[in-house]
Protein backbone atom coordinates (compact mmCIF):
# COMPACT_ATOMS: atom_id res chain seq x y z
CA UNK A 1 0.00 0.00 0.00
CA UNK A 2 2.92 2.62 0.78
CA UNK A 3 4.57 1.64 -2.28
CA UNK A 4 2.08 2.52 -4.10
CA UNK A 5 1.29 6.07 -2.33
CA UNK A 6 5.24 6.73 -2.57
CA UNK A 7 4.87 6.04 -6.77
CA UNK A 8 1.33 8.01 -7.19
CA UNK A 9 2.94 10.99 -5.02
CA UNK A 10 5.95 10.91 -7.39
CA UNK A 11 4.27 10.79 -10.14
CA UNK A 12 2.11 13.73 -8.85
CA UNK A 13 5.52 15.81 -8.03
CA UNK A 14 6.86 15.04 -11.79
CA UNK A 15 3.45 15.45 -13.60
CA UNK A 16 2.22 18.63 -12.35
CA UNK A 17 6.27 19.95 -12.49
CA UNK A 18 6.50 21.10 -9.05
CA UNK A 19 9.96 19.80 -9.51
CA UNK A 20 10.50 22.52 -11.84
CA UNK A 21 9.42 25.17 -9.41
CA UNK A 22 11.69 24.14 -6.40
CA UNK A 23 14.00 26.59 -5.23
CA UNK A 24 17.02 27.40 -2.61
CA UNK A 25 17.48 30.72 -1.02
CA UNK A 26 15.74 32.13 -4.38
CA UNK A 27 17.74 29.74 -6.69
CA UNK A 28 15.97 27.08 -9.00
CA UNK A 29 17.41 23.61 -8.31
CA UNK A 30 15.35 20.88 -10.52
CA UNK A 31 15.26 18.50 -7.22
CA UNK A 32 12.73 16.54 -5.10
CA UNK A 33 13.29 18.04 -1.75
CA UNK A 34 13.27 15.02 0.01
CA UNK A 35 16.32 14.13 -1.87
CA UNK A 36 17.64 17.53 -1.03
CA UNK A 37 16.98 16.58 2.48
CA UNK A 38 18.63 13.21 2.35
CA UNK A 39 21.84 14.44 0.40
CA UNK A 40 22.57 16.76 3.44
CA UNK A 41 22.39 13.92 5.48
CA UNK A 42 24.33 12.02 4.21
CA UNK A 43 27.18 14.67 4.32
CA UNK A 44 26.86 14.31 8.04
CA UNK A 45 26.68 10.19 7.98
CA UNK A 46 29.66 10.08 5.41
CA UNK A 47 32.22 12.95 6.54
CA UNK A 48 31.27 14.65 3.20
CA UNK A 49 33.96 17.72 2.78
CA UNK A 50 34.02 17.69 -1.16
CA UNK A 51 31.08 17.84 -3.98
CA UNK A 52 31.57 17.13 -7.11
CA UNK A 53 28.53 18.06 -9.33
CA UNK A 54 27.78 17.28 -12.94
CA UNK A 55 24.92 19.55 -14.51
CA UNK A 56 24.89 23.16 -12.86
CA UNK A 57 22.23 24.93 -14.44
CA UNK A 58 20.69 27.45 -12.17
CA UNK A 59 23.25 27.03 -9.71
CA UNK A 60 20.67 26.04 -6.63
CA UNK A 61 21.68 22.61 -5.67
CA UNK A 62 25.61 23.51 -5.98
CA UNK A 63 24.42 26.40 -3.72
CA UNK A 64 22.45 24.23 -1.45
CA UNK A 65 26.26 21.85 -0.83
CA UNK A 66 27.98 24.83 -0.21
CA UNK A 67 25.96 26.47 2.17
CA UNK A 68 26.07 22.64 3.76
CA UNK A 69 29.35 22.10 3.47
CA UNK A 70 30.10 25.99 5.31
CA UNK A 71 27.43 24.70 7.69
CA UNK A 72 29.86 21.63 8.89
CA UNK A 73 32.99 23.85 8.48
CA UNK A 74 34.14 21.06 6.14
CA UNK A 75 37.55 20.62 4.40
CA UNK A 76 36.78 21.38 1.12
CA UNK A 77 33.96 22.98 -1.31
CA UNK A 78 32.19 22.14 -4.32
CA UNK A 79 33.06 22.10 -7.73
CA UNK A 80 30.27 21.87 -10.27
CA UNK A 81 30.45 21.80 -13.99
CA UNK A 82 28.00 22.33 -16.96
CA UNK A 83 28.23 23.06 -20.20
CA UNK A 84 26.31 26.04 -20.77
CA UNK A 85 26.32 28.84 -18.10
CA UNK A 86 23.64 30.93 -19.18
CA UNK A 87 20.84 30.15 -16.53
CA UNK A 88 23.37 30.32 -13.74
CA UNK A 89 21.96 33.09 -10.90
CA UNK A 90 23.63 31.15 -8.09
CA UNK A 91 25.28 34.04 -5.84
CA UNK A 92 28.91 33.79 -5.41
CA UNK A 93 30.19 31.63 -2.77
CA UNK A 94 33.84 30.58 -1.04
CA UNK A 95 33.04 27.19 -1.45
CA UNK A 96 31.26 27.09 -4.80
CA UNK A 97 33.10 27.14 -7.87
CA UNK A 98 31.38 26.66 -11.72
CA UNK A 99 33.39 25.03 -14.19
CA UNK A 100 32.30 25.15 -18.18
CA UNK A 101 32.88 22.10 -20.84
CA UNK A 102 31.37 19.23 -20.92
CA UNK A 103 31.56 16.67 -17.46
CA UNK A 104 33.49 14.47 -18.54
CA UNK A 105 36.34 15.59 -21.23
CA UNK A 106 39.85 14.68 -20.60
CA UNK A 107 40.60 18.25 -19.72
CA UNK A 108 37.51 18.82 -17.36
CA UNK A 109 38.41 15.64 -15.27
CA UNK A 110 42.56 16.51 -14.99
CA UNK A 111 40.97 19.79 -13.77
CA UNK A 112 38.79 18.31 -11.70
CA UNK A 113 40.82 16.01 -10.03
CA UNK A 114 43.55 19.38 -9.49
CA UNK A 115 41.43 20.73 -7.21
CA UNK A 116 41.23 18.11 -5.36
CA UNK A 117 44.04 17.34 -2.59
CA UNK A 118 44.96 13.67 -2.82
CA UNK A 119 45.55 13.75 0.72
CA UNK A 120 42.05 15.06 1.91
CA UNK A 121 41.28 13.97 5.21
CA UNK A 122 37.28 14.27 4.18
CA UNK A 123 35.08 12.25 1.55
CA UNK A 124 33.88 13.04 -1.71
CA UNK A 125 30.07 13.29 -2.60
CA UNK A 126 29.85 13.11 -6.42
CA UNK A 127 26.28 13.41 -7.93
CA UNK A 128 25.68 12.68 -11.95
CA UNK A 129 23.01 15.28 -12.68
CA UNK A 130 23.69 16.77 -16.35
CA UNK A 131 22.95 15.01 -20.15
CA UNK A 132 20.63 12.14 -18.87
CA UNK A 133 20.88 9.95 -21.85
CA UNK A 134 22.39 6.17 -21.27
CA UNK A 135 25.82 7.06 -23.24
CA UNK A 136 26.51 10.16 -21.64
CA UNK A 137 26.18 9.14 -17.97
CA UNK A 138 28.21 5.99 -18.76
CA UNK A 139 31.21 8.41 -20.35
CA UNK A 140 30.54 9.92 -16.95
CA UNK A 141 30.74 7.41 -14.79
CA UNK A 142 34.21 5.77 -16.56
CA UNK A 143 35.57 9.16 -16.92
CA UNK A 144 34.49 10.41 -12.92
CA UNK A 145 34.35 7.16 -10.52
CA UNK A 146 38.43 6.66 -11.05
CA UNK A 147 38.93 10.18 -8.76
CA UNK A 148 36.80 8.29 -5.92
CA UNK A 149 38.57 6.32 -2.86
CA UNK A 150 36.97 4.14 -0.23
CA UNK A 151 33.96 5.94 1.57
CA UNK A 152 33.17 8.22 -1.41
CA UNK A 153 29.62 8.93 -2.03
CA UNK A 154 28.04 8.56 -6.06
CA UNK A 155 24.54 9.77 -6.64
CA UNK A 156 22.98 9.02 -10.29
CA UNK A 157 20.44 11.61 -10.63
CA UNK A 158 17.21 11.13 -12.60
CA UNK A 159 17.67 7.03 -12.91
CA UNK A 160 13.74 7.33 -12.86
CA UNK A 161 13.30 7.95 -15.97
CA UNK A 162 12.59 5.22 -18.94
CA UNK A 163 9.60 4.04 -16.97
CA UNK A 164 11.76 3.81 -13.28
CA UNK A 165 8.40 4.56 -12.82
CA UNK A 166 8.14 7.94 -14.96
CA UNK A 167 8.72 9.28 -18.65
CA UNK A 168 8.64 6.18 -20.23
CA UNK A 169 9.39 7.65 -23.52
CA UNK A 170 12.88 9.25 -22.45
CA UNK A 171 14.60 6.25 -23.60
CA UNK A 172 17.92 4.31 -22.04
CA UNK A 173 19.23 6.80 -19.79
CA UNK A 174 21.16 7.04 -15.68
CA UNK A 175 18.89 3.66 -14.34
CA UNK A 176 20.62 1.70 -18.00
CA UNK A 177 24.05 3.45 -17.60
CA UNK A 178 24.54 2.34 -13.58
CA UNK A 179 23.63 -1.03 -14.30
CA UNK A 180 25.84 -1.62 -17.33
CA UNK A 181 28.64 0.36 -15.19
CA UNK A 182 28.21 -2.05 -12.59
CA UNK A 183 28.08 -5.41 -14.45
CA UNK A 184 31.56 -3.98 -15.92
CA UNK A 185 33.30 -2.92 -13.12
CA UNK A 186 32.17 -5.19 -10.31
CA UNK A 187 33.19 -4.56 -6.68
CA UNK A 188 33.16 -1.12 -7.31
CA UNK A 189 30.59 0.32 -5.62
CA UNK A 190 28.13 -0.57 -2.69
CA UNK A 191 24.60 -0.09 -3.53
CA UNK A 192 23.07 2.33 -0.45
CA UNK A 193 19.45 0.92 -0.93
CA UNK A 194 18.57 2.07 2.72
CA UNK A 195 18.89 5.47 2.35
CA UNK A 196 17.89 5.42 -1.16
CA UNK A 197 14.59 4.20 0.14
CA UNK A 198 14.40 6.51 3.53
CA UNK A 199 11.57 8.86 2.04
CA UNK A 200 9.72 6.59 0.09
CA UNK A 201 10.56 7.74 -3.36
CA UNK A 202 13.71 9.34 -4.74
CA UNK A 203 14.33 10.43 -8.24
CA UNK A 204 17.72 8.47 -8.24
CA UNK A 205 16.31 4.84 -8.04
CA UNK A 206 19.22 2.54 -7.77
CA UNK A 207 21.18 5.68 -7.46
CA UNK A 208 22.74 5.76 -4.25
CA UNK A 209 26.41 4.08 -4.30
CA UNK A 210 29.04 4.09 -1.36
CA UNK A 211 32.83 3.29 -3.00
CA UNK A 212 34.22 0.61 -1.80
C1 LIG B 1 19.16 18.61 -14.92
S1 LIG B 1 20.08 20.06 -15.23
C2 LIG B 1 21.02 20.23 -13.73
C3 LIG B 1 20.15 20.53 -12.55
C4 LIG B 1 20.84 20.98 -11.30
N1 LIG B 1 21.85 20.06 -10.84
C5 LIG B 1 19.78 21.15 -10.24
O1 LIG B 1 19.63 20.29 -9.38
O2 LIG B 1 19.09 22.17 -10.29
C6 LIG B 1 21.22 19.48 -16.41
C7 LIG B 1 22.35 20.43 -16.81
O3 LIG B 1 23.35 19.64 -17.45
C8 LIG B 1 23.99 20.46 -18.41
N2 LIG B 1 24.72 19.59 -19.36
C9 LIG B 1 24.25 18.96 -20.46
N3 LIG B 1 25.24 18.29 -21.07
C10 LIG B 1 26.35 18.47 -20.32
C11 LIG B 1 27.69 18.02 -20.40
N4 LIG B 1 28.10 17.25 -21.43
N5 LIG B 1 28.57 18.39 -19.46
C12 LIG B 1 28.17 19.20 -18.42
N6 LIG B 1 26.91 19.65 -18.29
C13 LIG B 1 26.03 19.31 -19.23
C14 LIG B 1 22.87 21.29 -19.02
O4 LIG B 1 23.40 22.46 -19.59
C15 LIG B 1 21.96 21.54 -17.79
O5 LIG B 1 22.24 22.79 -17.22
Given at each position: ??????????R???????????????I??????S????????????????????????????????????????????????????????????????????????????????????H????????????????????????????????????????????H???????????????????????????D?????????T??????????
Amino acid sequence: MFEKASEDYMRWYFDENIWKTVSYRGIRTLKSVSDMWNYQEIFHAHNIGWVIETGSRHGGSGLFFADTLEAKNAEGKVISVDIDSASNYAPSHPRLEFLIGSSCSPVMVDTIKSMIPEHRTENIFMILDSDHTKQHVLSELNALVPLLKSGDYLIVEDSCVNGHPIYPEFGEGPWEAIKEYIELNPNQLLADKKRESKFGFTFAPDGFYIKL
